[in-house]
């Protein structure tokens, strides 16, 4: 009987471990969308969805379409925009614009604690550390784009 229980208990811990995206958000919905799949007859059930305040949704780490290499410390990178007016992206500094998080990690979306003019920020964490500091990675208006006129016109 000991082995039966202690069975079931190590299969529940191994089927825990998943990636989670949470909307710690009281007011703002939030997309998320996982970047295109490797496997084109996995990319429409990769992860896509709209996570309304106090939602999460998660993906088991052996879940091969929303982690596509199937481990709890492969990276899956996503794009999380807040829509709404004014709408914010969530994007690292640098120019990739997605937020990566591991097989077994989480990422929460949050107001942001700090006086700021980016009212979100998002935090990401492995098993066992905050990947993303103190402050954590801002969420911001996207910058205008600048449209120059034809030359020779």
Not at 27 to 35: A, C, G, I, M, W
Not at 36 to 59: F, I, Q, Y
Request: with cysteine; net charge positive; proline share 12%.
């Amino acid at each position: 009987m000991r082995w039966i229980i202690l069975s079931v208990l190590m299969c529940a811990t191994i089927e825990a471990r998943a990636y989670c995206v949470h909307n710690e958000l009281k007011d703002r919905d939030v997309r998320v969308e996982q970047e295109e799949h490797p496997d084109a007859l996995r990319n429409d059930r990769r992860m896509r969805v709209t996570l309304k305040p106090g939602e999460s949704k998660c993906c088991q780490f052996h879940e091969l379409d929303c982690n596509p290499l199937g481990r709890p410390n492969s990276v899956v990178k996503l794009l999380v925009p807040v829509p709404g007016a004014p709408e914010y992206q969530c994007t690292p500094p640098g120019p990739d614009p997605l937020l990566k998080v591991t097989g077994s990690g989480t990422m929460r979306i949050q107001p942001n604690p700090r006086k700021s003019a980016n009212p979100y920020i998002v935090r990401i964490a492995t098993q066992d550390k905050d990947m993303t500091g103190p402050a954590g990675i801002p969420c911001q208006e996207p910058k205008a784009r600048v449209v120059s006129p034809p030359k020779g016109k």
